[in-house]
């Protein structure tokens, strides 16, 4: 049973470009999820993926979009590059159902924008 | 208003010895679930215990336990026995089951624990 599994793991970016953080769920997980996490702070959620569809949103300009492939792999964007986007992108497959949704998280792909 | 609280940004332990990170939370949802998750330098998130809103017992997982009390909203995590490997971030997250939206998870910004030798 593979993890969760992100590229690039480093990425550096300039001010107004766009980019794009692959995310490969663990096996037999349906649903994605996107996490920011900004330096000495928790992880902050973007949005959420089940079954292609966004099905959840946190506090985010609209340009961080995303998309979740059939496999149920997944993609996050963002386009217009700001300094504050500088951050840890953390991606966390489960799966549905159940009282308890068991998360499982990559190891991230640290952004910096200059 | 935060919907989860930890007080103590830096915590240190002698190895072998026993350790208490902080956490509360606020919701009006009665049914949640409550996690520990321990990031290394590394990055990744690990998680180390679940408790939810309506179990009974508090949690356990080998040298984690979780002190839940519910009237209090406090969901303290245990380490016992602290090894050099246990030095690393801890979060405190929470799982809110609201409307059918099972999703999402809300961070606290975390107790960095340092065990020394």
């Known amino acids: 049973e593979t993890g969760v599994t992100q590229s690039p793991t480093h990425l550096i970016k300039t001010r107004g470009q766009q980019v794009t953080l692959r995310c490969s769920s663990q096996s037999g997980h349906n649903t994605v999820s996107w996490y920011q996490q900004a330096l000495g702070q928790g992880p902050q959620f973007i949005f959420q993926y089940y079954r292609e569809e966004e099905n959840g949103r946190g506090n985010f300009p609209p340009r961080f979009s995303g998309l979740q492939f059939p496999n149920y792999s997944s993609e996050l964007n963002v386009n217009a590059l700001e300094l504050d986007d500088s951050a840890l992108y953390l991606c966390?497959?489960?799966?549905?159902?159940?009282?308890?949704?068991?998360?499982?998280f990559g190891s991230g792909t640290r952004l910096t924008v200059v | 208003a935060q919907k989860i609280t930890q007080t103590q940004p830096g915590m240190f332990v002698q190895e072998k010895e026993a350790v208490t990170l902080d956490c509360t939370y606020d919701t009006s949802d009665p049914s949640y679930g409550l996690f520990w998750y321990k990031q290394p330098s590394s990055g990744e998130m690990i998680f180390l215990i679940y408790q939810g809103s309506y179990d009974q017992q508090n949690a356990t997982e080998g040298r984690y336990s979780l002190n839940f009390q519910k009237a209090r909203k406090s969901a303290n995590l245990v380490i016992s026995a602290s090894q050099l490997g246990d030095s690393a971030m801890y979060f405190c997250?929470?799982?809110?089951?609201?409307?059918?939206?099972?999703?999402?998870?809300?961070f606290g910004k975390g107790t960095l624990l340092t065990v020394n030798p």
């Open positions: 997250a929470m799982r809110e089951v609201s409307g059918g939206s099972n999703y999402k998870l809300t």
């Open positions: 966390a497959s489960s799966s549905s159902g159940g009282v308890y949704y068991g998360y499982t």
